[in-house]
Protein backbone atom coordinates (compact mmCIF):
# COMPACT_ATOMS: atom_id res chain seq x y z
CA UNK A 1 0.00 0.00 0.00
CA UNK A 2 1.53 3.00 -0.79
CA UNK A 3 2.44 5.87 1.41
CA UNK A 4 2.36 8.64 -1.33
CA UNK A 5 -1.12 10.92 -0.57
CA UNK A 6 -3.35 9.71 -3.29
CA UNK A 7 -3.96 12.32 -5.81
CA UNK A 8 -7.43 13.21 -4.50
CA UNK A 9 -6.68 13.90 -1.19
CA UNK A 10 -4.09 15.83 -2.08
CA UNK A 11 -6.14 18.28 -4.29
CA UNK A 12 -8.91 18.11 -0.99
CA UNK A 13 -6.24 19.07 1.42
CA UNK A 14 -4.98 21.88 -1.44
CA UNK A 15 -8.34 23.34 -1.58
CA UNK A 16 -8.73 23.29 2.72
CA UNK A 17 -5.53 25.06 2.96
CA UNK A 18 -6.11 27.68 0.54
CA UNK A 19 -9.53 28.47 1.71
CA UNK A 20 -8.37 28.55 5.21
CA UNK A 21 -4.96 30.76 4.44
CA UNK A 22 -7.15 33.17 2.15
CA UNK A 23 -10.14 33.59 4.66
CA UNK A 24 -8.34 33.87 8.19
CA UNK A 25 -11.85 34.18 9.74
CA UNK A 26 -13.26 31.14 7.77
CA UNK A 27 -14.89 28.18 9.90
CA UNK A 28 -15.42 24.92 8.06
CA UNK A 29 -18.05 22.63 8.44
CA UNK A 30 -18.96 19.37 6.20
CA UNK A 31 -15.41 17.82 7.43
CA UNK A 32 -16.38 14.33 9.44
CA UNK A 33 -18.77 12.83 6.23
CA UNK A 34 -15.24 13.00 4.48
CA UNK A 35 -13.43 10.84 6.92
CA UNK A 36 -15.19 7.71 5.89
CA UNK A 37 -14.47 8.47 2.14
CA UNK A 38 -12.75 4.70 1.11
CA UNK A 39 -9.62 6.09 -0.06
CA UNK A 40 -9.03 8.44 3.37
CA UNK A 41 -9.27 5.76 5.48
CA UNK A 42 -7.32 3.25 3.26
CA UNK A 43 -5.02 6.25 2.99
CA UNK A 44 -5.03 6.43 7.09
CA UNK A 45 -4.25 2.69 7.53
CA UNK A 46 -1.44 2.90 5.34
CA UNK A 47 0.08 5.84 7.51
CA UNK A 48 -0.47 3.97 10.48
CA UNK A 49 0.87 0.89 9.48
CA UNK A 50 3.79 2.66 8.10
CA UNK A 51 4.83 3.94 11.92
CA UNK A 52 4.28 0.53 13.32
CA UNK A 53 3.97 0.43 16.82
CA UNK A 54 2.78 -1.35 19.27
CA UNK A 55 -0.78 -3.16 19.96
CA UNK A 56 -3.42 -1.24 22.49
CA UNK A 57 -5.75 -2.58 24.79
CA UNK A 58 -7.39 -4.76 22.66
CA UNK A 59 -3.57 -6.76 21.60
CA UNK A 60 -5.09 -6.07 18.23
CA UNK A 61 -1.29 -6.04 15.56
CA UNK A 62 -1.43 -5.52 11.95
CA UNK A 63 -0.93 -8.62 10.70
CA UNK A 64 -4.09 -9.77 13.15
CA UNK A 65 -6.04 -7.36 10.94
CA UNK A 66 -4.61 -8.36 7.47
CA UNK A 67 -4.72 -12.11 8.58
CA UNK A 68 -8.41 -11.54 8.77
CA UNK A 69 -9.31 -9.21 5.86
CA UNK A 70 -8.65 -6.00 5.78
CA UNK A 71 -11.09 -4.75 3.75
CA UNK A 72 -13.85 -6.25 6.19
CA UNK A 73 -11.90 -4.31 8.83
CA UNK A 74 -12.08 -0.79 7.55
CA UNK A 75 -15.54 -1.28 6.23
CA UNK A 76 -16.29 -1.58 9.68
CA UNK A 77 -14.89 0.98 10.63
CA UNK A 78 -16.47 2.73 8.08
CA UNK A 79 -20.01 2.01 8.93
CA UNK A 80 -19.27 3.03 12.58
CA UNK A 81 -18.50 6.44 11.05
CA UNK A 82 -20.99 6.55 9.00
CA UNK A 83 -23.91 5.41 11.54
CA UNK A 84 -21.92 8.01 14.02
CA UNK A 85 -21.57 4.93 16.47
CA UNK A 86 -18.24 4.81 16.61
CA UNK A 87 -16.13 4.59 20.14
CA UNK A 88 -12.75 5.28 21.11
CA UNK A 89 -10.68 2.49 22.93
CA UNK A 90 -8.76 3.54 26.54
CA UNK A 91 -5.27 4.16 25.46
CA UNK A 92 -2.68 1.89 27.02
CA UNK A 93 -0.33 3.55 29.02
CA UNK A 94 3.96 2.68 29.28
CA UNK A 95 6.71 4.45 30.39
CA UNK A 96 9.63 5.32 28.42
CA UNK A 97 12.81 6.04 30.19
CA UNK A 98 13.93 9.85 29.45
CA UNK A 99 17.15 10.37 28.36
CA UNK A 100 17.86 12.87 31.67
CA UNK A 101 16.40 10.57 34.16
CA UNK A 102 12.79 9.75 34.97
CA UNK A 103 10.06 8.24 32.68
CA UNK A 104 7.51 10.05 29.88
CA UNK A 105 4.06 8.72 29.85
CA UNK A 106 3.18 7.57 26.21
CA UNK A 107 -0.33 6.33 25.73
CA UNK A 108 -0.75 4.00 22.95
CA UNK A 109 -4.42 4.05 20.95
CA UNK A 110 -5.63 0.81 19.39
CA UNK A 111 -5.04 0.72 15.66
CA UNK A 112 -8.34 1.21 15.14
CA UNK A 113 -8.49 4.54 16.46
CA UNK A 114 -4.89 5.47 15.19
CA UNK A 115 -6.79 4.73 11.77
CA UNK A 116 -9.65 6.90 12.18
CA UNK A 117 -6.93 9.69 14.27
CA UNK A 118 -5.15 9.47 11.20
CA UNK A 119 -8.08 10.10 9.18
CA UNK A 120 -8.97 13.13 11.17
CA UNK A 121 -5.82 14.58 10.85
CA UNK A 122 -5.75 14.42 7.12
CA UNK A 123 -8.43 16.85 6.69
CA UNK A 124 -7.72 18.92 9.75
CA UNK A 125 -3.69 19.66 9.40
CA UNK A 126 -4.16 21.30 6.56
CA UNK A 127 -7.09 24.12 8.10
CA UNK A 128 -5.13 24.08 11.15
CA UNK A 129 -1.45 24.72 9.54
CA UNK A 130 -2.59 27.70 7.70
CA UNK A 131 -2.58 29.37 10.83
CA UNK A 132 0.72 28.33 12.55
CA UNK A 133 3.35 30.50 13.54
CA UNK A 134 6.69 30.36 10.94
CA UNK A 135 8.88 29.63 14.40
CA UNK A 136 7.23 26.28 14.99
CA UNK A 137 9.13 23.67 14.18
CA UNK A 138 7.39 20.16 15.13
CA UNK A 139 4.71 17.68 14.15
CA UNK A 140 4.87 19.79 10.65
CA UNK A 141 4.55 19.13 6.94
CA UNK A 142 7.69 20.40 5.20
CA UNK A 143 9.62 21.66 8.58
CA UNK A 144 12.53 19.59 10.96
CA UNK A 145 14.34 20.19 13.78
CA UNK A 146 17.49 20.62 11.42
CA UNK A 147 15.62 23.86 10.37
CA UNK A 148 14.85 24.83 14.16
CA UNK A 149 18.34 24.64 14.61
CA UNK A 150 19.71 26.30 11.77
CA UNK A 151 17.14 29.20 12.88
CA UNK A 152 18.73 29.37 16.25
CA UNK A 153 22.43 29.36 15.50
CA UNK A 154 21.73 32.37 12.33
CA UNK A 155 20.13 34.42 15.48
CA UNK A 156 22.73 33.61 17.50
CA UNK A 157 25.60 34.84 14.57
CA UNK A 158 23.44 37.79 14.69
CA UNK A 159 23.77 39.04 17.56
CA UNK A 160 20.83 37.25 19.69
CA UNK A 161 23.21 36.32 22.23
CA UNK A 162 20.64 36.60 25.76
CA UNK A 163 18.69 33.46 25.64
CA UNK A 164 16.26 32.23 27.20
CA UNK A 165 16.04 28.61 27.30
CA UNK A 166 13.08 27.31 28.38
CA UNK A 167 10.91 24.40 29.12
CA UNK A 168 7.04 23.33 29.95
CA UNK A 169 6.24 21.07 33.01
CA UNK A 170 4.39 18.47 31.61
CA UNK A 171 3.30 19.95 28.15
CA UNK A 172 1.00 17.16 26.69
CA UNK A 173 -0.25 16.19 30.43
CA UNK A 174 -1.41 19.57 31.29
CA UNK A 175 -3.33 21.30 28.07
CA UNK A 176 -6.93 22.20 28.96
CA UNK A 177 -9.51 20.91 26.97
CA UNK A 178 -11.61 23.29 27.58
CA UNK A 179 -9.48 26.02 25.90
CA UNK A 180 -7.88 23.64 23.58
CA UNK A 181 -11.78 23.21 22.34
CA UNK A 182 -12.02 26.88 21.77
CA UNK A 183 -9.13 27.15 19.36
CA UNK A 184 -10.18 24.03 17.45
CA UNK A 185 -13.88 25.39 17.57
CA UNK A 186 -11.74 28.87 16.07
CA UNK A 187 -11.60 26.84 12.30
CA UNK A 188 -14.10 23.97 12.67
CA UNK A 189 -17.76 24.33 13.67
CA UNK A 190 -18.32 21.06 12.48
CA UNK A 191 -20.30 18.68 15.28
CA UNK A 192 -19.55 15.58 14.86
CA UNK A 193 -16.08 16.43 14.72
CA UNK A 194 -15.48 18.15 17.32
CA UNK A 195 -17.53 15.80 19.03
CA UNK A 196 -14.71 13.44 17.78
CA UNK A 197 -12.07 15.07 19.20
CA UNK A 198 -13.71 15.43 22.42
CA UNK A 199 -14.00 11.08 22.79
CA UNK A 200 -10.24 11.55 22.08
CA UNK A 201 -9.20 13.72 25.17
CA UNK A 202 -11.85 12.44 27.45
CA UNK A 203 -10.59 8.78 26.85
CA UNK A 204 -9.95 6.77 30.06
CA UNK A 205 -6.24 6.00 30.15
CA UNK A 206 -5.06 2.26 31.16
CA UNK A 207 -2.27 1.00 32.97
CA UNK A 208 -0.51 -1.73 35.20
CA UNK A 209 0.76 -1.25 38.78
CA UNK A 210 3.34 -2.77 40.54
CA UNK A 211 1.04 -5.97 41.30
CA UNK A 212 0.24 -6.46 37.51
CA UNK A 213 -3.35 -5.04 38.26
CA UNK A 214 -5.23 -2.60 35.57
CA UNK A 215 -5.45 0.89 36.71
CA UNK A 216 -7.61 3.51 34.70
CA UNK A 217 -7.44 7.19 34.78
CA UNK A 218 -8.66 9.78 32.99
CA UNK A 219 -12.16 9.46 31.02
CA UNK A 220 -14.91 11.75 31.20
CA UNK A 221 -13.80 13.44 34.27
CA UNK A 222 -10.71 14.62 33.09
CA UNK A 223 -10.00 18.30 32.24
CA UNK A 224 -6.81 18.49 31.00
CA UNK A 225 -3.90 16.51 28.84
CA UNK A 226 -3.75 14.96 25.38
CA UNK A 227 -2.32 11.64 25.53
CA UNK A 228 1.80 11.34 23.75
CA UNK A 229 1.49 8.73 21.15
CA UNK A 230 -1.66 9.86 20.12
CA UNK A 231 -2.07 10.88 16.47
CA UNK A 232 -3.85 13.74 16.92
CA UNK A 233 -1.79 14.43 19.75
CA UNK A 234 0.95 16.24 17.90
CA UNK A 235 -1.75 18.49 16.00
CA UNK A 236 -4.01 19.74 18.94
CA UNK A 237 -0.13 19.91 21.07
CA UNK A 238 0.94 22.52 17.92
CA UNK A 239 -2.86 24.10 18.40
CA UNK A 240 -2.40 25.39 21.59
CA UNK A 241 1.26 26.37 21.70
CA UNK A 242 0.14 29.15 18.47
CA UNK A 243 -1.67 30.37 21.34
CA UNK A 244 1.63 31.76 22.87
CA UNK A 245 3.17 32.07 19.29
CA UNK A 246 0.27 34.48 18.15
CA UNK A 247 -0.17 36.07 21.41
CA UNK A 248 3.54 36.86 21.33
CA UNK A 249 3.72 37.97 17.56
CA UNK A 250 0.45 40.35 17.52
CA UNK A 251 1.34 42.15 21.25
CA UNK A 252 4.80 42.96 19.26
CA UNK A 253 7.01 41.31 22.00
CA UNK A 254 9.66 40.66 18.72
CA UNK A 255 10.13 44.51 18.71
CA UNK A 256 9.89 45.37 22.56
CA UNK A 257 11.90 42.71 23.86
CA UNK A 258 14.31 42.78 20.57
CA UNK A 259 13.78 38.98 20.19
CA UNK A 260 12.74 35.65 18.49
CA UNK A 261 11.08 32.95 19.41
CA UNK A 262 11.90 29.12 17.73
CA UNK A 263 9.56 26.57 19.02
CA UNK A 264 9.97 22.70 18.84
CA UNK A 265 6.91 20.62 20.27
CA UNK A 266 7.37 21.75 23.88
CA UNK A 267 10.50 22.99 23.85
CA UNK A 268 11.34 26.76 22.85
CA UNK A 269 14.34 29.52 23.13
CA UNK A 270 14.01 32.86 23.19
CA UNK A 271 16.52 34.55 21.18
CA UNK A 272 16.78 38.61 22.19
CA UNK A 273 19.46 41.36 22.23
CA UNK A 274 19.35 42.30 25.65
CA UNK A 275 16.17 42.18 26.87
CA UNK A 276 16.17 38.16 28.18
CA UNK A 277 14.92 38.61 32.22
CA UNK A 278 11.98 41.04 30.60
CA UNK A 279 10.98 38.01 28.03
CA UNK A 280 11.23 35.26 30.49
CA UNK A 281 9.00 37.18 32.91
CA UNK A 282 6.35 38.20 30.09
CA UNK A 283 6.22 34.38 29.14
CA UNK A 284 5.85 33.14 32.57
CA UNK A 285 2.72 35.23 32.95
CA UNK A 286 1.53 34.24 29.63
CA UNK A 287 1.70 30.94 30.39
CA UNK A 288 0.32 30.83 33.65
CA UNK A 289 -3.14 32.88 31.52
CA UNK A 290 -3.33 30.13 29.48
CA UNK A 291 -2.63 27.19 31.95
CA UNK A 292 0.78 26.36 31.05
CA UNK A 293 3.83 26.26 34.05
CA UNK A 294 7.39 26.89 32.83
CA UNK A 295 9.86 24.12 34.30
CA UNK A 296 11.75 26.16 36.61
CA UNK A 297 14.60 23.83 36.92
CA UNK A 298 15.00 23.69 33.21
CA UNK A 299 14.45 27.08 32.56
CA UNK A 300 17.11 29.78 32.60
CA UNK A 301 19.07 32.82 30.91
CA UNK A 302 22.12 32.28 29.28
CA UNK A 303 24.85 34.97 28.22
CA UNK A 304 25.65 33.19 24.70
CA UNK A 305 28.71 35.22 23.81
CA UNK A 306 30.16 33.67 27.27
CA UNK A 307 28.38 30.20 28.14
CA UNK A 308 26.68 27.19 25.90
CA UNK A 309 23.21 26.23 26.02
CA UNK A 310 21.33 22.87 25.20
CA UNK A 311 18.64 22.87 22.63
CA UNK A 312 17.19 19.88 20.41
CA UNK A 313 20.31 17.91 21.26
CA UNK A 314 22.69 20.37 19.76
CA UNK A 315 25.14 23.05 22.06
CA UNK A 316 24.90 26.35 21.03
CA UNK A 317 27.34 29.13 21.97
CA UNK A 318 31.08 30.23 22.22
CA UNK A 319 33.60 27.70 19.64
CA UNK A 320 37.41 27.72 19.31
CA UNK A 321 38.75 27.11 15.95
CA UNK A 322 41.57 24.38 16.74
CA UNK A 323 44.12 26.04 14.62
CA UNK A 324 44.02 29.51 16.20
CA UNK A 325 41.82 29.57 18.83
CA UNK A 326 39.45 32.13 17.94
CA UNK A 327 36.33 32.35 19.56
CA UNK A 328 32.94 32.11 17.08
CA UNK A 329 29.21 31.39 17.90
CA UNK A 330 28.99 27.72 16.66
CA UNK A 331 26.60 24.90 17.00
CA UNK A 332 27.46 21.23 17.53
CA UNK A 333 26.06 17.64 19.15
CA UNK A 334 25.82 18.57 22.65
CA UNK A 335 27.52 16.20 25.47
CA UNK A 336 24.14 14.60 26.44
CA UNK A 337 23.76 13.34 22.49
CA UNK A 338 27.55 11.96 22.23
CA UNK A 339 26.85 10.36 25.64
CA UNK A 340 23.16 8.56 24.79
CA UNK A 341 24.81 7.42 21.21
CA UNK A 342 27.60 6.27 23.24
CA UNK A 343 24.59 4.33 25.49
CA UNK A 344 22.78 3.02 22.57
CA UNK A 345 26.63 1.41 21.37
CA UNK A 346 27.28 -0.19 24.48
CA UNK A 347 23.46 -1.81 24.64
CA UNK A 348 24.57 -3.55 21.52
CA UNK A 349 27.99 -4.64 22.18
CA UNK A 350 27.57 -6.67 24.85
CA UNK A 351 28.76 -10.21 25.43
CA UNK A 352 24.82 -11.41 26.06
CA UNK A 353 24.49 -10.83 22.08
CA UNK A 354 24.78 -13.69 20.10
CA UNK A 355 23.97 -12.65 16.76
CA UNK A 356 26.07 -13.30 13.76
CA UNK A 357 28.35 -10.19 13.32
CA UNK A 358 26.56 -9.09 10.01
CA UNK A 359 23.66 -8.22 11.61
CA UNK A 360 25.25 -6.84 15.01
CA UNK A 361 27.35 -4.53 12.15
CA UNK A 362 24.22 -3.63 9.99
CA UNK A 363 22.78 -2.29 13.68
CA UNK A 364 25.41 -0.67 14.79
CA UNK A 365 25.74 1.36 11.21
CA UNK A 366 22.18 2.12 11.24
CA UNK A 367 22.77 3.77 14.37
CA UNK A 368 25.38 5.61 13.51
CA UNK A 369 24.28 6.62 10.56
CA UNK A 370 20.93 7.92 11.65
CA UNK A 371 22.93 9.68 14.31
CA UNK A 372 25.34 11.06 12.05
CA UNK A 373 22.43 11.79 9.82
CA UNK A 374 20.99 14.20 12.44
CA UNK A 375 23.84 16.13 13.64
CA UNK A 376 25.57 16.98 10.11
CA UNK A 377 25.06 20.55 10.77
CA UNK A 378 27.71 22.83 12.56
CA UNK A 379 30.57 22.56 14.29
CA UNK A 380 31.28 18.27 14.61
CA UNK A 381 34.32 16.93 14.36
CA UNK A 382 35.27 16.68 17.31
CA UNK A 383 32.30 14.89 18.76
CA UNK A 384 32.54 12.37 15.39
CA UNK A 385 36.07 11.46 16.91
CA UNK A 386 34.94 11.13 20.42
CA UNK A 387 32.40 8.93 18.61
CA UNK A 388 34.72 7.37 16.90
CA UNK A 389 37.24 6.30 19.81
CA UNK A 390 34.67 4.91 21.56
CA UNK A 391 32.96 3.10 18.46
CA UNK A 392 36.27 1.43 17.88
CA UNK A 393 37.19 0.53 21.69
CA UNK A 394 33.61 -1.11 21.89
CA UNK A 395 34.07 -3.29 18.82
CA UNK A 396 37.00 -4.74 19.54
CA UNK A 397 36.39 -5.58 23.26
CA UNK A 398 33.19 -7.14 21.69
CA UNK A 399 34.79 -9.07 19.18
CA UNK A 400 37.66 -10.26 21.47
CA UNK A 401 35.52 -11.51 23.58
CA UNK A 402 33.12 -13.13 21.34
CA UNK A 403 36.43 -15.11 19.43
CA UNK A 404 38.04 -15.00 22.87
CA UNK A 405 41.17 -13.72 22.39
CA UNK A 406 43.49 -13.32 25.51
CA UNK A 407 45.24 -10.36 24.19
CA UNK A 408 43.97 -6.76 24.19
CA UNK A 409 43.13 -7.21 20.01
CA UNK A 410 44.60 -3.94 18.94
CA UNK A 411 46.80 -6.11 16.01
CA UNK A 412 44.05 -8.50 15.29
CA UNK A 413 41.30 -5.95 15.44
CA UNK A 414 42.96 -2.74 14.48
CA UNK A 415 41.60 0.74 13.33
CA UNK A 416 41.54 0.13 9.70
CA UNK A 417 40.38 -3.58 10.58
CA UNK A 418 37.55 -2.57 11.90
CA UNK A 419 36.65 0.41 10.11
CA UNK A 420 37.93 -1.54 6.91
CA UNK A 421 37.33 -5.56 6.47
CA UNK A 422 34.78 -5.16 9.34
CA UNK A 423 33.08 -1.92 7.45
CA UNK A 424 32.05 -0.63 10.46
CA UNK A 425 31.08 3.28 10.04
CA UNK A 426 32.95 5.86 10.51
CA UNK A 427 32.36 9.14 11.81
CA UNK A 428 35.08 10.76 10.52
CA UNK A 429 34.61 9.55 6.90
CA UNK A 430 30.88 10.64 7.16
CA UNK A 431 32.37 14.16 7.97
CA UNK A 432 34.80 14.10 5.10
CA UNK A 433 32.34 12.75 2.51
CA UNK A 434 34.09 9.59 2.27
CA UNK A 435 31.21 7.33 2.32
CA UNK A 436 30.73 5.35 -1.14
Known amino acids: MSLETPMKIRMLQRKLYQKAKEEPNYRFYLLYDKMYREDILAHAYALAKSNQGAPGVDGQSFWGIESQGLEGWLNGIRED????TYQPQAVRRVLIPKSGGGERPLGIPTIRDRVVQTAAKLLLEPILEADFDPNAYDYRPKRSAQEAIQKVHKLLCE????????????????IPHSELMQCVAR???????????????????????????????????STCGTPQGGVISPLLANLYMNRFLKYWRITGRSEVFRAQVVNYADDFVILSRGCAAEALNWTRSVMT????????????????????????????????FRKNGHEYPGASPSKKSVSRLRQKVGDLLVRQNVALWSAVRDQLNRILRGWANYFGYGTRLMAYRAVDHYVYDRVRY???????????????????????KLAVLRMRDVHLGRLP
Open 81 to 84: LRAK
Open 159 to 174: GYADVVDADLSKYFDT
Open 187 to 221: RIVDGDMLHLIKMWLKVPVEEWDEDGKPRVSGGKG
Open 289 to 320: RIGLTLNEAKTSIKQARRERFDFLGYSFGPHR
Open 398 to 420: FLRHRHKISSSGFTIFSDAVVFG
